[in-house]
């Protein structure tokens, strides 16, 4: 019998046609935000304002159109106009220009008390979670024990000590946070690790930090990315809470928490706008915060995947 031969152009109208690579498809972040907006709108809009603070604390020397402590007696206790968009302080500064160097003073303070704090977490988590037994008993009753010290009085005592700072005030509060926050790390990955493929890696051979690295990190990442958010709005309140009462980044630094007790206070009457203007950046801006983390753990999550 003779053999039958087939022509590449049969061959080509029988092949299914190579599906086009998409942007999406290269770019898995694009259709990541595509869901956002789509699905949870409102976390999008936290995102945007997420975004535009973090710009405008990362280029406020050049956003801000006055010197941050640039003084005009001429000009002091002036209502919010063109000129001077948030109104003037009782020195003649504009209230515009601190509140964009507040912002970058609060993406320093919040993003690195926040990462800090979750680190702590994560490996205080994840440790006592997998291991468990009596390290996990003892490690417990001491977080426990810590969590039982009010937070207030933690930080106003190690501020006390050791002086007012930036630093001093991030590594305060991303121990103090982080600590309390090993809690919810440890509750995830308890569930986690009673998963088949745990002990499929575990029968297998694998090592401990290949299983923690490899299948258990992973898993609990949608509560670590919400800690870290929620994280970032505690650490700037808080700073905001030293600096109101003087215990936060010394003067002349602007701070959102001493624009608050300093002139916003002494000032109220004469010129509300003195405590409006801050108080608003830290309202709009923990809100975001929050609203964001929210969704990205809704988005994230699988088992919450679909909700509204």
């Known amino acids: 019998m003779a053999r039958s031969a087939t022509s590449p152009s049969a061959l080509a109208a029988v092949a299914p046609a ?7 498809r290269r770019w898995p972040g694009i259709a990541a935000v595509r869901r956002l907006f789509r699905e949870k709108p409102l976390g999008a809009a936290g995102a945007v304002i997420c975004a535009l603070f973090l710009f405008c604390g990362v280029f406020a020397d050049v956003l801000a159109p006055y010197g941050v402590n640039e003084i005009n007696m001429l000009q002091r206790l002036q209502a919010p106009s063109w000129e001077h968009p ?14 964009l160097h507040g912002a970058q003073l609060s993406v320093v303070i919040g993003l ?16 006592t979670g997998y291991l468990g037994g009596k390290f996990d008993l003892v490690t417990q009753r001491f977080v426990d024990a810590w969590m039982s010290f009010p937070d207030l009085v933690i930080l106003i005592v190690v501020v006390s000590v050791l ?18 926050g090993s809690r ?8 986690v690790r009673e998963n088949m493929y ?11 930090s290949r299983i923690l690295w490899r299948h258990i990190l992973p898993n609990v990442l949608p509560p670590v990315i919400v800690l870290f958010t929620t994280r970032v709005g505690t650490a700037i309140l808080a700073e905001s809470g030293l600096s ?24 109220m009457f004469q010129g509300p706008w003195l405590a ?9 801006v923990v809100y975001a915060i929050n609203v964001y983390g929210d969704a990205l753990r809704d988005l994230l999550d699988p088992r919450m995947r679909g909700s509204r």
């Open 86 to 99: 948030f109104g003037t302080d009782n020195l003649g500064r504009d209230m515009l220009s601190r509140c």
């Open 184 to 191: 919810i790390v440890r509750s995830a990955v308890v569930s």
């Open 163 to 180: 002086g007012p700072g930036s630093w001093q005030i991030v590594v305060t509060l991303g121990l103090l946070l982080g600590i309390g």
């Open 244 to 267: 109101f009462l003087g215990l936060g980044v010394p003067p002349p630094a602007p701070t959102w928490g001493g624009m608050l007790s300093g002139d916003g206070r002494t000032f």
């Open 112 to 127: 690195s008390a926040a990462t800090l704090a979750t680190a702590v977490s994560v490996l205080l988590g994840i440790l």
């Open 198 to 208: 745990v002990h499929a890696a575990q029968s297998m051979g694998a090592s401990t």
């Open 276 to 284: 409006l203007a801050p108080g608003a950046c830290l309202t709009v």
């Open 18 to 24: 190579a599906e086009p690579v998409t942007t999406a």
